[in-house]
Structures are given as structure tokens and as C-alpha cells.
């Protein structure tokens, strides 16, 4: 898919820009705006690819399905589909929209490396505008524009332990999507140790180096591995 190169050019530590003129502001603003819009089609069609060679039978998993957008392509494949949503309010507006779904299994939990509860995070706007706002929400710490004071405690599923599960009684996955925000990194860390990827046919991850400062070495670090080991249309960390 087509580099992130927004999230990776803000993404370098310790850089020391002069002060930028509201000029220069307002173009960088709208290059990045563009360059969203081109990564949101590609992604769209990458989508649209991935479901015409879905078959029923095959297992997709979304994770961080919010209300529903990819699970709804997904699901009509006829592919069997495993979408995980930790925030209620969403997955709330999920369950209204796949009760009827029988090839759709919802799971109300967060994913990661670990299992028990986790404290889930939702953006400072979140009241004012849950619809936009709840595909921010995190378990990670340090996250922008999120209010850490208000978080409610959601179930934790071992996502690699999930998967071996799943594994073990059928030869792959065909696809797993990946946005939520920030725990992409320990999980996909974690498949690649494992080496999980090799029964895994396409991933797609949306990374969020820009969200969380602290953890851009890792995120660069993971970005150098995975373009090494594996082909980018196959394992894609730039989704959107």
C-alpha cells in the first residue's frame, strides 16, 4: 500500500524546526489532507481487492471494528468474520447492525498481548461527538487528546493466544485488519516472534507513531523489520 509518509515524516525525535510561518502552516496542513484523501482510496480499493478473493470458509478478522464499515465488506463475502470492538458505545452501534449476520461473530473486548481487564480511553471530544470520536479510543497511555480520567474497564483478549486458537483448526487466516490505536505495535511484535505470519494470507495495519511519541523508535524499528521480511502487499502497516 502507499507509505504513510505524513505519519512518518512527523514522526522523528528531537528535530528543531524554526518557528513556521501560518503560511507554511496552512500548506503543510493541506498536503497532509491530500495526502489522507490518496491513502483512504488506495485503501479503499486495497478493500475491494481483498474481498473478491474472500470465499465462505475463510476466517477474516476485524480488529477495532468500531461500527462496522469493513466488518459490513467483509461480511458479505460470506466469509466467516471475528470483529473485536472494546468501546460499548460502538459496539453497541455494531451489534444494532450485524444481529442478523449469521457469518458474524462480535466479540465486546479489547486486543492484545496479555488477557484479564484493561482500562480503555476514549478522546477528550467524546461526549460531544461519539460517532466521530469513538475511533480514538485506546488502552494505551499517552495517547493526544485523550481524556485519561474518564476511562472505563474493558475484557483484554490475547490476540496471538486468539489466533494459535483459530489456527489450530484451519490452515490460515485470510485476512485481519488491524486499527486500534497504538496496541498494533506489542501484537504485531508479538506475530512476527511467533512467526504467526506465515499462516496469515494479508494484514493490514493502521500504526499511530504520530499518537504515542514515546513509542516512534519502536514503531520505526518494527516499519525497517517488516519491509525486510515481508511484502508490503501482503503485510501492510499502512492502512488508514
Known sequence: MIPDDDRQDGAEDGADESPKSAAELRAEALIRRQKRNLRKAHAEGYLAGVAAMLRPGDLAIDCG??????TQVLA?????????EPDPWAFGKLTERFSDAGNVTLIN?????????????????????????????????????????????????????????????RAEIAFIKMDIEG????????????????????????????????????????????ADKYDPNRVSLDWI
Open 65 to 70: 471494528a468500531n461500527m462496522g464499515v469493513v
Open 76 to 84: 458479505r463475502t460470506g466469509a466467516d468474520v471475528i470483529a473485536f
Open 109 to 169: 473486548a479489547a486486543v492484545g498481548i496479555g488477557t484479564g481487564t484493561v482500562r480503555l480511553m476514549r478522546a477528550e471530544n467524546f461526549d460531544d461527538n461519539p460517532t466521530g470520536a469513538s475511533v480514538k479510543s485506546t488502552i494505551l497511555d499517552g495517547g493526544r487528546q485523550i481524556d485519561a480520567a474518564s476511562g472505563i474497564d474493558v475484557p483484554l483478549i490475547d490476540f496471538p493466544s486468539f489466533l494459535k486458537d483459530q489456527l489450530a483448526a
Open 183 to 226: 496496541a498494533e505495535l506489542d501484537i504485531l511484535e508479538r506475530l512476527d516472534s511467533d512467526g504467526l505470519f506465515d499462516r496469515i494470507r494479508v494484514l493490514v495495519a493502521e500504526t499511530h507513531e504520530r499518537k504515542f511519541r514515546d513509542l516512534r523508535p519502536r514503531f520505526r524499528a518494527l516499519r525497517r523489520t517488516f
